[in-house]
């Protein structure tokens, strides 16, 4: 059962323009949800995350919507560019006490930026 | 800082040998690393979660026979890969964090195994 759903599974944006990912959960447990962005032959690298008690997060061109009520949250990439062509992934975990949690993954999106 | 690093980026071996491959937290102690693989144009797969001087969890379904993963200290842990076959080709991948209760997870770059 797939834990967090991710869509679309990929995304085509011109150059300037606005790349939105969204990702759904179901487990209320969950209490901090990161993005991850991955290119070809290397490990993901931790971009933005969030955690329920805000409703938005901000870091340069990237930002997170959560909508707790909803369940959903998104990542919103501003003013697109071509080395954003990336496989994004949309994450969720929920505390373990002192353990860390481990990370429920989306299925990715491939984000394609076109000059 | 942050930086995870695997070793060996990639590596070619033959059916049933056996592989290991390095994780280390350089510039952070890790609690708790994992292990996943990853196929081509797929999500991660988590395949064990380890916590230093802990024995290893394994998900159902990963032979932990098979992939044997030890976390000697806070900035290492290693999977082996015993007795390859071609079906274990993949990419693994590590993550590292947990120290004082930080959530952020940090990947490494990958080892891509290839067994012939």
């Known amino acids: 059962q797939q834990q967090v759903k991710q869509s679309p599974q990929s995304l085509i944006v011109q150059k300037g323009g606005i790349s939105i990912i969204n990702c759904a959960y179901e487990?209320?447990?969950?209490?901090?949800f990161p993005w991850y962005q991955q290119f070809p032959g290397k490990g993901p690298a931790l971009l933005i995350a969030?955690?329920?008690?805000?409703s938005e997060k901000k870091e340069g061109r990237f930002t997170i919507s959560f909508n707790k009520s909803a369940k959903q949250f998104s990542l919103h990439i501003m003013d697109s560019q071509p080395g954003d062509s990336a496989t994004y992934f949309c994450?969720?975990?929920?505390?373990?006490?002192?353990?860390?949690?481990?990370?429920?993954f989306g299925r990715g999106t491939q984000l394609t930026v076109w000059p | 800082g942050a930086v995870v690093s695997q070793h060996p980026s990639w590596v070619i071996c033959k059916s049933g040998t056996s592989v290991k491959i390095e994780c280390r937290s350089l510039d952070f102690q890790a609690t708790t690393m994992f292990w996943y693989r990853q196929f081509p144009k797929q999500s991660l797969m988590l395949m064990a979660t380890?916590?230093?001087?802990?024995?290893?969890?394994?998900e159902q379904g990963v032979e932990k026979d098979k992939f044997l993963i030890n976390h000697a200290s806070l900035t290492l842990s290693t999977l082996t890969v015993t007795s390859a076959h071609p079906e274990d080709s993949s990419f693994y991948i590590c993550?590292?964090?947990?120290?004082?209760?930080?959530?952020?997870?940090?990947f490494g770059p990958g080892t891509r195994l290839t067994v012939t």
């Open positions: 994450a969720a975990s929920r505390a373990r006490g002192s353990t860390l949690g481990r990370l429920y």
């Open positions: 380890s916590n230093e001087g802990s024995k290893a969890t394994y």
């Open positions: 993550s590292a964090g947990g120290l004082a209760g930080a959530r952020e997870q940090y």
């Open positions: 969030i955690r329920p008690d805000v």
């Open positions: 487990n209320t447990a969950f209490d901090y």
